[in-house]
């Protein structure tokens, strides 16, 4: 430890406090310009969020596209965000996410010898229709990596409740491949990969990540390179303010306060308040208030409180990265993405009744439900969808677990009127409605909702159908699924500029303090331009944040 002025028992030119995508790229982005940086991070592992995420980037014209030749137009950007944000967000703002992301994704393969991603063709934006929207998408994903080559710091990497079984790894490009290995020949092929993966494990004793873990690998890796500290079991508690500048915080370590001053500036990215109760109470809509986020578990808005106490201003607190979800017999929460996309299904309300394309992004499915007060949810299918497609890790074919029905998360009947009673819905209702959706379906379009319209709902779908989000639901069984009011996280927390400084009510920064992440009020508004537009930004803003605060005048006091 650097020998610290009187008063304080650390120094360091920036303060990151947070592990994930955003901090440990912001700590880089610092480091780069000439900073020394320290992360503190108050779990016991380190990740955050990001470590349990698909690991998914929106970042157009980053390094990986425009090597693929899929280089955009930024003002095509621009007009995408403009037109599914609207206002929501500084035009400020939205063009140092264009203008930025680029640069912080060139500077982290530009110093790191880890960065290695793939582009996820066809997996669209959100919304492709909207003015400068792409069809094919722009997300990238990191490709696998061996967590072994982190060395003791592996033991400390945040893992995901329901770890692959027997070391199986893919991608989330290989993932949706290997979903139709019923279906495509594509899929029976990617199921001979992941065969041959799970037995080289069993020699090669390989400890592979991908996903958002890749990332977090990746991040981590980097820091050890550059010799970034992290210190874990650190919690932010408070910011050191003088003359309404923040100089420093203060962090407990081994139980007792620390004092670090922070020269050039402090960065909050302690992600959002997903799991605190009086938070979400009073914050979020109210059939949003439970807890069915899958967001780290030591996310409950602590940085988000200690900025708002500096003076902060706070934004988007009644909204989320909504995900339709359902909760695991245990507690885990699993996230329902391409089980809305498959033909054979409707999802209907507590009346029996569809209330909006099943298949839609997923903030945009809970926004439908919400505003409708269509909670509870269920999906209902038949056997065969049961037969051909996964269902929240189970393959296709294989039978629910025993208590999945016992804890009342799935209800199986042999015909839709018994199944209706047995989950309290009309009988004549959710019998109408499936008669109508099968007219529907043989005519290849969807009349009243329109799934199946967008690319974005192809992605996950069945391609071996005219249309890969329709087909008629036949004979029993019959199931249904309890869908929840999930989320990835909460978009609410401290306002920022287009530097990611923390802003007062009145438009003034809270000088040396910065945000970014899910502490941040969303760049994205109440909206979600495509996969990986969560850690997008956590990464642009983190190095926006540390190529200001390097640029700002040092604290010398």
Not at 163 to 180: A, D, I, K, N, V
Not at 220 to 225: A, E, K, P, S
Not at 502 to 509: I, K, Q, S
Request: aromatic fraction near 8%.
């Amino acid at each position: 430890m650097t020998s610290s002025p009187p008063g304080w028992d650390h120094e360091v030119d920036i303060l990151l406090a947070g592990s994930g995508a955003g901090g440990m790229a912001g700590a880089i982005a610092a480091h780069d310009a000439g900073l020394s940086a320290l992360v503190v991070e108050k779990a016991p592992r380190y990740g955050g969020s990001t470590a349990l995420s698909g690991g998914g980037i929106w970042i157009p014209n980053n390094p990986t596209l425009k090597r693929l030749g899929r280089e955009d137009d930024p003002e095509d950007v621009r007009r995408y965000l403009r037109a599914i944000i609207g206002g929501r967000v500084p035009a400020a703002r939205l063009d140092a996410y264009v203008d930025q992301g680029p640069a912080a994704m060139e500077a982290l393969h530009r110093v790191s010898r880890h960065m290695d991603f793939s582009w996820c063709p066809g997996y669209s934006d959100y919304h492709p229709e909207a003015p400068g929207g792409r069809p094919l998408g722009r997300t990238i994903e990191p490709r696998p990596i061996d967590a072994r080559r982190l060395g003791p710091d592996e033991e400390f990497l945040l893992e995901a409740d329901l770890p692959s079984p027997m070391g199986l790894w893919f991608t989330g490009y290989e993932g949706r491949q290997l979903m139709m290995f019923r279906r495509t020949w594509s899929g029976k092929w990617m199921l001979r990969i992941a065969a041959w993966r799970v037995l080289s494990n069993l020699v090669r004793r390989r400890h592979m990540k991908t996903l958002g873990a890749s990332l977090v690998v990746r991040l981590r890796l980097t820091m050890q390179d550059l010799r970034i500290p992290l210190w874990l079991n650190t919690p932010l508690t408070d910011l050191v303010v003088e003359d309404g500048q923040v100089i420093g915080a203060v962090v407990e370590r081994d139980g007792r306060p620390l004092r670090v001053r922070a020269r050039c500036g402090v960065v909050i990215a302690t992600g959002g308040f997903d799991h605190d109760a009086d938070l979400r109470k009073e914050h979020l809509p109210e059939l949003g208030r439970e807890d069915f986020s899958a967001g780290a578990g030591s996310n409950v808005g602590d940085g988000i409180r200690i900025g708002h106490r500096a003076g902060a201003a706070l934004d988007l607190m009644d909204d989320a990265w909504w995900m339709p979800s359902v909760r695991l017999p245990g507690g885990s929460v699993f996230p329902l993405v391409t089980e809305r996309c498959i033909p054979r299904m409707v999802i209907v309300d507590q009346k029996g009744e569809r209330f909006t394309n099943e298949a839609a992004p997923y903030v945009n499915f809970v926004h439908a439900q919400l505003e409708g007060g269509h909670v509870p949810a269920y999906e209902i299918f038949d056997a065969k969808a049961r037969s051909r497609y996964q269902f929240a890790g189970i393959m296709p074919g294989q039978p629910f677990p025993r208590d999945w029905y016992t804890s009342g998360l799935v209800t199986k009947a042999d015909d839709l009127g018994d199944l209706a009673r047995r989950i309290g819905v009309p009988a004549d209702a959710l019998k109408a409605t499936v008669r109508r959706f099968n007219a529907l379906a043989r005519n290849g379009r969807d009349e009243d909702f329109g799934r199946g319209d967008s690319a974005y709902d192809h992605y996950y779908g069945d391609p071996t159908l005219p249309n890969p989000n329709l087909d008629e639901i036949g004979g029993g069984p019959y199931y249904a699924v309890r869908i929840e009011v999930g989320d990835l996280g909460t978009k609410g927390g401290l306002v920022t500029d287009e530097h990611a400084r923390v802003l007062r009510a009145d438009g003034r920064a809270v000088e040396g303090l910065y945000a970014t992440g899910n502490a941040s009020a969303a760049v994205m508004g109440n909206e979600y331009a495509g996969a990986g537009a969560t850690i997008g930004p956590a990464i642009t803003f983190g190095y926006v944040a540390a190529r200001h605060a390097a640029a700002r005048p040092a604290v010398t006091r």
